[in-house]
């Protein structure tokens, strides 16, 4: 038997430390042991890898990560409370486990580990997304990330072109990545139980990934195309201040087009059009 299962329920522990969910923290505790070996297990972990967990709280998805062979684990935990009960892994695993006390939103990850990286977490509700973007803009520096958001979010991370969902974010997270939804848990899995169904998504990033600047024009492009996505993108593009019907023309893409019926590559190819219109007319 591994040390870990020696190791008391989750109940109990939350209870002894008083840890109980901070709504202003977005937490959600996921107490099943065996939901948390799955998403261990779904991330595909080596002995190679150092594994980064965001917001572990009583540390259920840890104490998984812990029992894979996993070359280190480190817990970026920003409520106190939840500290002192992961230094009890730590007591199990000094070596493999550094536990950091932290707002993940204000540090940069690929400082404080060695590659490869992989990302596995439970992410706090309130947060996952400006994560999620934040860590896409540097996507070459991660081999994986299996993140676990609400699953009409996972929806639009996932969705095609055409379909109700597909959006900005199903762009953004596209270009960097080939994500899929690998399963869903129901709000009962969770301590307290949110009012929505979750969903875990594994994310590969594309070999190579795609240039800074052309990312930072996706943004730019996607925010303004689906800012007005009912219009077509004659009008809704305005706001890039550029000759949209040239820009537009340029790119291949006729005018009347909306932006959900853009492919992914459509819009890497108004990206980059647009990327060369500024440069055009800054000279």
Not at 233 to 256: C, F, M, Q, Y
Request: glycine residues 4%; proline residues 7%.
């Amino acid at each position: 038997m591994h040390p870990i299962d020696c190791l008391p329920p989750l109940r109990e522990v939350i209870v002894k430390y008083g840890l109980q969910a901070k709504k202003t923290l977005g937490q959600n505790f996921l107490l099943d042991l065996n939901l948390t070996q799955k998403i261990a297990q779904a991330a595909g972990v080596t002995d190679q890898d150092t594994v980064i967990e965001i917001g572990p709280g009583p540390g259920g998805l840890t104490r998984a990560l812990l029992k894979t062979n996993a070359r280190k684990v480190v817990a970026i935990e920003i409520d106190e409370r939840a500290i002192h009960i992961l230094e009890q892994l730590k007591d199990i695993d000094p070596r493999r486990l550094d536990i950091l006390q932290a707002d993940a939103l204000t540090i940069n990850v690929t400082d404080i580990t060695s590659a490869p990286r992989k990302i596995i977490a439970n992410l706090p509700y309130n947060v996952a997304t400006p994560l999620l973007i934040q860590w896409l803009k540097q996507a070459d520096t991660f081999s994986s990330m299996t993140l676990m958001f609400q699953k009409e979010v996972a929806e639009r991370i996932t969705a095609q072109p055409g379909s109700k969902d597909y959006g900005r974010l199903s762009i953004m997270c596209q270009a960097q990545t080939v994500c899929k939804r690998v399963f869903d848990l129901p709000p009962s899995a969770f301590t307290p139980s949110p009012k929505v169904t979750s969903s875990v998504v594994h994310f590969v990033p594309h070999t190579p990934t795609i240039p800074p600047k052309l990312y930072q024009s996706l943004e730019l492009v996607t925010k303004f195309a689906f800012g007005q996505r009912r219009k077509m993108l004659r009008s809704s593009l305005k706001g890039l201040n550029v000759d949209v019907p040239e820009l537009l023309e340029k790119a291949g893409i006729e005018s009347t087009q909306r932006a959900e019926e853009l492919s992914l590559q459509a819009f890497l190819r108004l990206a980059q059009t647009f990327q060369g219109f500024k440069t055009e007319h800054s000279l």
